[in-house]
């Protein structure tokens, strides 16, 4: 099988093309994937981290943290079944029908982000989203920072999340991973 143009090549449109190779061969893939690497992982303290954890699966505070992430492809949406320590997240993502955005879906929420490309690396800004279908307002939205780069010939991920209103910490995950052959 050839990779064919996915998610992400379609949403950034012309922006595909500031990313690294590597980077683009992260997104196209035609069948089945899975990568393994390792994260350094701070989950916050205090009743709102704890639900948040509890409902979207955020991986245990720890250094050196063995991580797994399979992707799967149907049609236009991408299933991606991570594993920090053996803890599993999962979600779905897919066209948002706006040019630079893309949907994630992690029961119960859908958060629409917009993709920008910098200096080769891939941020992630949420815009919108949704619980149980109902739109949420914009203070009601989690304030994501999230990075994806090549570095040391490896995909890396730096992925902060903080609790609207208060920002205080959910969780931060960052490390690298590296296809399994």
């Known amino acids: 099988m050839t990779a064919v143009p996915g998610l992400y090549e379609t949403a950034l449109g012309d922006a595909w093309a500031e990313l690294s190779s590597a980077h683009q061969a992260f997104h196209t893939y035609a069948e089945d994937c899975t990568y393994t690497g390792v994260a350094e992982i701070t989950r916050g303290t205090g009743p709102v981290a704890a639900l948040a954890a509890a409902v979207f699966g955020f991986p245990r505070t720890g250094e050196d943290v ?51 490309v910098q200096n080769q690396a891939m941020h992630l800004h949420v815009r919108r989203g949704w619980m149980f279908g109902v739109p949420l307002p914009r203070f009601l939205l989690p304030k994501v920072d999230a990075r994806e780069f090549i570095e040391d010939h ?23 991973l590296r296809p399994d052959d």
Not at 69 to 97: A, H, N
Not at 102 to 113: G, I
Not at 154 to 171: E, K, Y
Request: contains cysteine.
């Open 154 to 176: 490896r995909f890396n991920f730096d992925i902060a999340i903080r609790a609207p209103l208060t920002s205080g910490l959910l969780v931060h995950y960052r490390g690298w």
């Open 66 to 116: 063995s991580v797994t992430l399979e992707k799967s492809r149907q049609g236009t949406e991408e299933t991606w079944s991570r594993s920090f320590g053996g803890r599993p997240m999962r979600s779905v993502c897919y066209p948002s029908g706006r040019p630079s955005h893309s949907r994630e879906r992690l029961w119960p929420c859908v958060f629409e982000m917009e993709l920008q």
